[in-house]
T-cell receptor, first 115, second 113 residues
Framework: DQQVKQNSPSLSVQEGRISILNCDYT??????FLWYKKYPAEGPTFLIS?????DKNEDGRFTVFLNKSAKHLSLHIVPSQPGDSAVYFC??????????????FGKGTKLSVIP | SQTIHQWPATLVQPVGSPLSLECTVE??????LYWYRQAAGRGLQLLFY??????ISSEVPQNLSASRPQDRQFILSSKKLLLSDSGFYLC????????????FGPGTRLLVL
């Protein structure tokens, strides 16, 4: 059972426009959510996160919105730039016992920003 | 600042051969450490995690094993590789307490032939 879902495998956006990447989750125990960006043959890079006690977090061009009642979060990139072209992973965290907090990842959305 | 290293970057191994991938973290103490695998076209699958030296938890039954001989060293091993072990292996670290952001290494691409 997939607890974190990114239903759009790919997204194409014109340079300068807004990119909106979506993520849904099913486990109500998740209390911390993260977005990662990944280029081919590289490790994921942490982008931005949000705690379950907030509904919005902003960092430069990146904003993450959390709707707990809908179990939905989204990443907004404004304005989109060609260098933003990558695979974006949504991840959610829950305490898994014995001092460990595990992340559950979605399958990723490939963003292509067209110049 | 913290840095995470993985080696080798790329590895081609025959079926049935052993495997040893190494991960080390600098600039932090007592991190939580993780091994993930990303198969082609798929998401990140957690294989093992460790909250301390000698403490290993396995998430997926398989022919891989992990060890943590030192505080900032995490090793992924296999005695006999299978074709299905091919993939991109990622090591990550996080602090032992919230926030629980995980930071990833550059990865090792393993091809088993």
């Amino acid at each position: 059972d997939q607890q974190v879902k990114q239903n759009s495998p790919s997204l194409s956006v014109q340079e300068g426009r807004i990119s909106i990447l979506n993520c849904d989750y099913t486990n109500s125990m998740f209390d911390y959510f993260l977005w990662y960006k990944k280029y081919p043959a590289e490790g994921p890079t942490f982008l931005i996160s949000i705690s379950s006690i907030k509904d919005k977090n902003e960092d430069g061009r990146f904003t993450v919105f959390l709707n707990k009642s809908a179990k939905h979060l989204s990443l907004h990139i404004v304005p989109s730039q060609p260098g933003d072209s990558a695979v974006y992973f949504c991840a959610a965290s829950a305490y898994s016992g014995a001092g460990s907090y595990q992340l559950t990842f979605g399958k990723g959305t490939k963003l292509s920003v067209i110049p | 600042s913290q840095t995470i290293h993985q080696w080798p970057a790329t590895l081609v191994q025959p079926v049935g051969s052993p495997l040893s991938l190494e991960c080390t973290v600098e600039g932090t103490s007592n991190p939580n450490l993780y091994w993930y695998r990303q198969a082609a076209g798929r998401g990140l699958q957690l294989l093992f995690y460790s909250v301390g030296i000698g403490q290993i938890s396995s998430e997926v039954p398989q022919n891989l094993s992990a060890s943590r001989p030192q505080d900032r060293q995490f090793i992924l091993s296999s005695k006999k590789l299978l074709l299905s072990d091919s993939g991109f292996y990622l090591c990550a670290w996080s602090a032992g307490a919230p926030p629980v952001t995980q930071y990833f290494g550059p990865g090792t691409r393993l091809l088993v032939l």
